[in-house]
């Protein structure tokens, strides 16, 4: 029973364009939302994160959304960049849990030049 | 400033052995957590240790036992490897709370 869903496990994108990725969850409970990204043979890294309460986040090219009613967020890359290629994995924590982060199955993304 | 060092970095176990997996951080984080990567799976949280002294069981804990040596240090033993137990681990720390966590470089891990 997988709580969080990164229901694309790929997507290639032109250098300049954007890369939207999704991610879904079903636990009420959850009211932060981080997403990481991973390159191999190194750890996830921290990119952007979303509280509840509120609906849009932004980071210089990154832009997190949270629909809160669908229980859904996606993350924008605003232009893509050809280091931008990696995993991104994105998570979810009820505040009050202690930060036990729960973990989509994550997103290859490759940026073409 | 290392951030969260792993040792070692890859491991060759046969089944039934031991080890331990070694992780450190300097950033002075009250907590500590272990993680396993498995393909398609994202990362599944093994243990976590909120603060020095205490540790408690994440999502797929069985098979695996922790100690929380000091604040900085916080170890993953397998008494006795099995197969599935291969993965690419990761220790992580963070200040605790809805904050984001620092993620080791992992330890890749196969048993044979």
């Known amino acids: 029973d997988q709580q969080v869903k990164q229901n694309s496990p790929s997507l290639s994108v032109q250098e300049g364009r954007i890369s939207i990725l999704n991610c879904d969850y079903t636990?009420?409970?959850?009211?932060?939302f981080l997403w990481y990204k991973k390159y191999p043979a190194e750890g996830p890294t921290f990119l952007i994160s979303?509280?509840?309460?509120?609906d849009k986040n932004e980071d210089g090219r990154f832009t997190v959304f949270l629909n809160k009613s669908a229980k859904h967020l996606s993350l924008h890359i605003v232009p893509s960049q050809p280091g931008d290629s990696a995993v991104y994995f994105c998570?979810?924590?009820?505040?009050?849990?202690?930060?036990?982060?729960?973990f989509g199955g994550g997103t290859r993304v490759l940026v073409k030049p | 400033n290392a951030g969260v060092t792993q040792t070692p970095k890859f491991q060759v176990l046969k089944t039934g052995q031991s080890m331990t997996l070694q992780c450190a951080q300097d950033?002075?984080?009250?907590?500590m957590y272990w993680y396993r990567q498995d393909p398609g799976m994202g990362l599944r949280l093994i243990y976590y240790?909120?603060?020095?002294?205490?540790?408690d069981k994440g999502e797929v804990p069985n098979g695996y036992n922790v100690s929380r040596l000091n604040k900085r240090e916080f170890s993953l033993r397998l008494e006795s490897a099995a197969p599935s137990q291969t993965s690419v681990y990761f220790c992580?720390?963070?200040?605790?709370?809805?904050?984001?966590?620092?993620f080791g470089p992992g330890t890749r891990l196969t048993v044979t």
């Open positions: 992580a720390s963070g200040p605790g709370g809805p904050y984001e966590q620092y």
């Open positions: 636990n009420s409970m959850f009211d932060y």
């Open positions: 979303i509280s509840s309460i509120k």
């Open positions: 998570a979810a924590t009820p505040r009050a849990a202690g930060n036990k982060l729960t």
């Open positions: 950033m002075n984080h009250n907590s």
């Open positions: 240790s909120a603060s020095e002294g205490t540790t």
